[in-house]
């Protein structure tokens, strides 16, 4: 293993554990706290631990039932995810043994992080929780539970983590009602760290990854392509077009580019032509070298049909 790869490494496990943390700290300075619930598998520990008085914390019902959807993990997404799963899971029992250890850090009257407004604490309990697991996610480990299901699904078919969890979080959440000392309230607070952390996840993952598409219309389409293809090693496509008013024939530039490359290409191409005209459109998905791949759900049934002999 060379010097580079071992640094790759010890940097994912380290974004690992800031995930981690992050992921933890909210369920335990926030949300038991002030005995409110989310979805999620930790949510059900949460609910099993408010229900047997605390005498089943977090931190041993979590361990428990991530170890039989850590045999899940290993059969489908493989060995790396496999081996990072034990990692935050193991990490994030930890964490749910250690925290409530410094009540002086509690959201809650006379903690550090004590905020009187209700609305509040779910939504920033959210946002921590969410931008945790999507540092985690996006370095290929997972806190167990309903990510494990995510990311199957997310292998085959593209659906977003965040997507997901709202889903089976809302069936989750509303649990809640079954305890005699909750309401409502106790449902939309959860609805509210929910709808908070799936934006973050989604945010975190995707973000980084989304993509604009751009017409260019130039009279040095030439020196505009060859920067994007020489510098920015991206493709370029020449689309032919007739001018409406004068009849010319005009070239039309098409680009597909990751959206935190758009500030560079917009700037190169007003310097090399400040009379350009381009049009930039967000786009939701983009699938082929250099972008994503294609993920249809549709190989395997493919594979299936071949080897019956079945036609199309």
Known sequence: M???????????????????????????????????SSGGVTGLCIL???ATGGLIPVSISYLAVNVVLLMIAFAVLGKSFGIKTIFVIALSSAFFA???????????????????????????AGVIEGLGLGIVLKYGGSTGGSDIFAMILNKYWPVSPGKFYMVTDAVIIAMVLFFPDKGFSDVVYGYLMMIASAALVDYVIIGSKSSVQILVFSSRNKDIADF???????????LKGIGGYTGEDKNVLLLMIRSKELPLVTEVIKE??????????????VYGEGFEEMKTGISKLGKRKASTGTDC
């Not at 994007?228 to 020449?238: F, N, S």
């Not at 090399?272 to 998905?285: E, G, N, Q, R, T």
């Open 98 to 124: 250690i925290l409530p250890k410094f009540p002086m850090c509690f959201c809650a009257p006379g903690g550090f992080l004590y905020i009187p407004d209700n609305v509040l604490i779910p939504i920033i």
């Open 2 to 36: 060379d010097s580079k790869r071992i640094l790759n490494t010890a940097w994912e496990y380290l974004a690992l554990i800031v995930g981690t943390f992050l992921y933890s700290m909210p369920w335990e300075w926030f949300v038991v706290p002030n005995g409110y």
């Open 228 to 238: 994007v293809m020489k510098k920015m090693d991206r493709g370029v496509t020449i």
């Open 272 to 285: 090399i032509d400040h009379d350009a005209f381009v049009s930039v459109v967000p786009a939701k998905s």
């Open 48 to 50: 099993l631990q408010y």
